[in-house]
């Protein structure tokens, strides 16, 4: 089976009610309008609390996820994605948004840039594995104004790969706008781009467990190879081994807004000037100490996810006790610390033991994280989480390795 055949797109039923729907109009059987399809189909789409509709995934492993939060799908894409960037909107723009979905990312981009900018040009890119995803973006209602741009950009790309016939789409793109359609596994477009070319990457695929492909190291090499110097990725998740996967692509890191979950996102800039607040702290040290942090790894931007997820498992176990202290009832965050309860004590001294680490108390203990004594949750260029991250684990090295004498 191919990758694309295997990704993880939107769910059975809708997807092959979309395809089915758009053979029928490249046969020319259906010249219906295609608002009478979300009217008769309706119930397949997901209503989210701001008004817009969303989708659901396919299901992997008896897990479904909707591509938005039910906070809301259109707030979702400008509270995650434009909110933290830090356009100068009198030079021109460049924004690649990677897992497009149905556009909302995209429209929302475009909704800022036309409030703000006057007269410079903005150049979205979409990747988008899916075309009836893609094609999800016409028949849902528009829920913002600036989304029927996005459509005439899909609908024209779908037309020119012979998915979609009729040109259903009035609204003009403005000449200052360029959108380029790539329909493709994002990490083959990656691969095309140009060095040091966006301000932004929108990064939004599904969790880390359904498509770890699109957060591996590898990955993330390639997009700070494309960033330009000022620019800022932008992703949901919270996850450690992401973050982890951006310091050692070379990148800095900072906390995203919180938005429909209890943990922010993640930023992440080659500036460590574009990025305002630090991880929580125990982010940060499970992220450098614990095998939490293990990336993920795709050499050859191929291998499926299943192949990635079982890679990972087995470096973290390589890693346990060895390089890495064990994550296990949260080990590396009782490092400096007292602890009370007796039991957990026992269980996590005996995790320290195998990295020598006497105790939670003791000088090693104390010297590995003493950088998080100077934590403030504002950022700048010296006291930021990937400094810190960086100095833990070169700590974590000398510990282990015998190098450390307590003075
Ligand atoms: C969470 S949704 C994105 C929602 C989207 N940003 C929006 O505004 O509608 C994740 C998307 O990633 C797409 N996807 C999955 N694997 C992909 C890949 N390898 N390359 C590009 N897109 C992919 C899925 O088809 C799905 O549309």
């Known amino acids: 089976m191919t990758y694309e055949n295997d990704a993880r797109v939107i769910s059975d039923d809708v997807f092959d009610l979309i395809n089915q729907f758009f053979d029928e109009e490249r046969s020319g059987r259906n010249i219906e309008s295609r608002v009478n399809f979300f009217d008769t189909y309706k119930d397949y789409f997901v209503l989210t609390d701001d008004g817009s509709y969303s989708i659901n995934s396919k299901e992997i492993n008896h897990k479904v996820e909707t591509l938005h939060t039910s906070t809301g799908a259109i707030s979702e894409s400008f509270e995650k994605f434009i909110k933290p960037m830090k356009f100068d909107y009198s030079k021109d723009i460049a924004i690649l ?35 009836a995803t893609l094609a ?42 360029d959108i380029n359609v790539f329909i493709e596994d994002a990490r083959q477009t990656v691969q095309k781009l140009d060095d040091n070319t966006y301000d932004a990457i929108f990064l939004d695929p599904f969790s880390q467990n359904m498509a770890p492909e699109l957060f591996s190291l590898e990955f993330f090499k390639e997009f700070r190879r494309i960033i330009k110097d000022d620019g800022i990725v932008a992703t949901y998740t919270s996850s450690a081994p992401v973050r982890a996967g951006f310091i050692e692509a070379g990148f800095y890191i900072g906390l995203g807004p919180i938005f429909g979950r209890k943990q922010g996102g993640t930023l992440a800039s080659p500036n460590p000037l574009m990025l305002d607040y630090a991880l929580p702290k125990n982010d940060e040290i499970r992220i450098a100490l614990s095998d939490v942090g293990i990336v993920f790894r795709d050499p050859e931007l191929n291998d499926n996810s299943d192949t990635i997820l079982e890679r990972r498992t087995e470096e973290r176990h390589a890693a346990r006790h060895n390089t890495k202290i064990s994550s296990a009832v949260k080990t590396p965050i009782f490092l ?16 320290l033991a195998k990295m020598n680490i006497p105790s939670t108390t003791s000088d090693e203990a104390k010297h590995i994280v003493v950088c998080e004594n100077s934590y403030t949750e504002k950022q700048d260029e010296k006291n930021n989480s990937t400094n810190r991250i960086l100095e833990m684990e070169k700590r974590l090295k000398e510990v282990k390795s015998g190098n450390y004498v307590a003075t």
Not at 115 to 131: A, C, Q, R, W
């Open 336 to 351: 400096a610390t007292e602890m009370d309860d007796e039991k957990l004590k026992r269980r996590v001294e005996r995790n």
């Open 136 to 177: 999800c973006g016409l028949l849902v209602p528009s829920p913002i104004r600036e989304h029927d741009i996005t459509r005439k950009a899909i609908e024209d790309e779908l037309i020119r790969q012979d998915y979609a016939t009729l040109t259903l789409e009035k609204c003009e793109i403005p000449e200052n706008i």
């Open 97 to 131: 948004d990677i897992c497009a979905g149905i556009g909302y990312n995209t429209s929302a981009a475009i909704a800022d840039f036309m409030k703000n900018s006057s007269d410079s040009n903005l150049t979205i890119d979409m990747v988008e594995i899916s075309k």
